[in-house]
């Protein structure tokens, strides 16, 4: 059984969550925590996610993603024009996915 990296990643912070927990209420202040600060970091988590993935998901990186952009560029032309289906590669698409 192969244990995926972000499984291992989310187990480790939940596991330092829950000392810090335990260690908060028995007096003890391993990671010292205030509201402002806690207000800052989601802020930033937030800010950053927002940049990331909007910044990825408007940008095609793969070689499949360009094709699909240009294929859909096709598509909502008016001079796109087809009987069949169009003849599409699986296997070149999905092999241009794994690199």
Do not use: C, H, Q
């Not at 335990?22 to 937030?46: C, H, Q, R, Y």
């Not at 990825?56 to 001079?79: G, M, P, Q, T, V």
Request: proline share 2%.
């Amino acid at each position: 059984m192969k244990i995926s990296k972000s499984t291992i990643i989310r187990t480790i912070l939940v596991s330092i969550v829950i000392i810090n927990f335990i260690l908060e209420k028995m007096g003890v202040d391993l990671i010292p925590a205030d509201e402002s600060l806690i207000t800052m970091f989601v802020e930033t988590f937030i800010e950053i996610t927002v940049i990331v993935v909007g910044f990825w998901k408007n940008n095609s990186y793969s070689e499949a993603a360009i094709r699909a952009d240009e294929f859909l560029k096709e598509l909502r032309s008016d001079n796109a024009e087809w009987e069949d289906e169009p003849d599409v590669d699986e296997e070149e698409i999905l092999e241009s996915e794994v690199e």
